[in-house]
C-alpha cells in the first residue's frame, strides 16, 4: 500500500517504521521550540503531516508504549481517527497521567500510526437478538481470575 503525505512545514519529516516488522510508524511533534505537558494536562500537538488514507481504511493514531510505561503519558482518545475524506494536519492528544511534568522537543516521536481496514455496517432494527453464550453478562461478569 502507498500512502500519500503532504509534508505541511519546512521541518515536517516523512514517518518511518522503526523495524521492518512494526505495524506502527512513528508521529513526531513539528513544533518549534519544546512545550511541556504538566501533570493531567491535555496539549494538541501537530505532526506536520497531512495524509490520504485509501478508501476502505483508517489511520488509527495510538500511544508509543514506552512513553506511556515511562512517562504516563498517552494518546487520550486512543485510538485516534484519521478518516479516509481527511485532509487536514493529523494532530495528537496528549495527556499526561503522571505528577510530572513532560517535555516534548521538536520532532520527537510522540505517537504511532497504524492503518486499518474498516467495514461499515448495515443497520438492521430486530425485536429479539439471536442468543449466546454470555447473554446479558457485562462488565465483571467473567470473574477476577
Not at 35 to 42: A, C, E
Not at 110 to 139: H, N, Y
Request: hydrophobic residues 40%; contains cysteine.
Amino acid at each position: 500500500m502507498i500512502l500519500q503525505i503532504k509534508l505541511l512545514s519546512k521541518t515536517a519529516r516523512v514517518p518511518e517504521y522503526e523495524h521492518a516488522t512494526d505495524s506502527g510508524f512513528d508521529l513526531r511533534a513539528d513544533i518549534e521550540s519544546e512545550k511541556w505537558l504538566y501533570p493531567y494536562q491535555v496539549l494538541l500537538i501537530k505532526t506536520g503531516l497531512a495524509v490520504a488514507v485509501p478508501d476502505g481504511c483508517e489511520l488509527q493514531v495510538r500511544p508509543r508504549s514506552g512513553t506511556a510505561l515511562r512517562n504516563g503519558v498517552g494518546v487520550l482518545n486512543s485510538p485516534g481517527t484519521v478518516d479516509s475524506s481527511f485532509r487536514g494536519e493529523v494532530g495528537v492528544i496528549l495527556y499526561n497521567t503522571s505528577e510530572t511534568p513532560f517535555k516534548i522537543e521538536p520532532q520527537q516521536r510522540i505517537a504511532q500510526a497504524v492503518i486499518c481496514p474498516v467495514i461499515r455496517a448495515k443497520f438492521m432494527v430486530v425485536t429479539e437478538l439471536p442468543e449466546s453464550d454470555r447473554g446479558m453478562g457485562g462488565f465483571g461478569s467473567t470473574g477476577l481470575k
